[in-house]
């Protein structure tokens, strides 16, 4: 009698990201529109520099939008807003700022982690108690990994690591790879927010996308188990 091949993943969700944000109302309606087209699971906000009142202001406005549609409210930094606003967590870069914002957030709010340059930090994320790594996203001078080196990150940490990882794409043919090689979300951002027919459409395409890498994902693993189902 043959084994049972391991169940297929879920499918990979969108996590969408913000524009830096000094005026909610501008992106009140486009982000509606994007939160309507597709199944977000989380909204990472970016608050432009300002004083923490005025930051408070323009979460608490944006919050019930986001919430509401049944996404989660994840602030960039700012771990001290994070209660006071009812967002539901916080997103970090690197290591360092990780470990200073688990104490007053876990165990009720999501703390994530990104800047993970390394393998060895990727897994000192995980050990801290990080909710996911993020791998791909762009370090302060704009530079990335290539779409191979984070397909090949991806794919050690879904094989080897409970905690989710997200893959940042640039683009839908690595939302796409990305959704093929092991991400549980795929976070975009200026992909949606700067194309020209608007954003619930651009995010109807990397919904699209992620369906499609994790379909040829899914194929090839039925294909290495042609008798998989059998009893």
């Known amino acids: 009698m043959l084994a049972k091949s391991a169940p297929l993943r879920p499918a990979p969700r969108l996590y969408l990201a913000t524009p830096e944000i000094d005026d909610p109302a501008r992106i009140m309606t486009p982000l509606a529109d994007a939160l309507a087209s597709a199944d977000v699971a989380a909204v990472l906000m970016r608050l432009a520099p300002s004083d923490p009142r005025t930051m408070m202001s323009r979460i608490k406005v944006l919050a ?25 967590g916080a997103h970090f870069t690197g290591i360092e700022a990780l470990q200073e914002a688990m104490p007053p957030l876990k165990p009720d709010r999501i703390v994530g982690v990104g800047g993970l340059s390394t393998r060895h930090d990727a897994m000192v994320a995980g050990e801290t108690g ?74 109807t395409d990397v919904a699209t996308a992620i369906c499609q890498g994790f379909g040829s994902q899914g194929s090839a693993q039925r294909a290495d188990h042609p008798n998989g189902d059998a009893g």
Do not use: M
């Open 64 to 88: 019930p939008l986001i919430q509401n549609s049944g996404a989660a409210l994840l602030l960039d930094g700012h771990a001290d807003l994070v209660a006071r606003s009812g967002a539901d």
């Open 130 to 203: 990080a909710d996911y790594v993020l791998f791909g996203e762009p370090d302060k001078t704009g530079d990335r990994p290539s779409a191979e080196a984070i397909a090949d990150r991806l794919t050690w940490w879904a094989e080897l690591f409970e905690p989710p990882c997200v893959a940042h794409a640039a683009n839908l043919n690595e939302a796409q790879v990305f959704a093929a090689s092991g991400a549980d979300f795929v976070l975009v951002d200026d992909i949606v927010w700067n194309d020209p027919r608007g954003a619930a459409l651009a995010l």
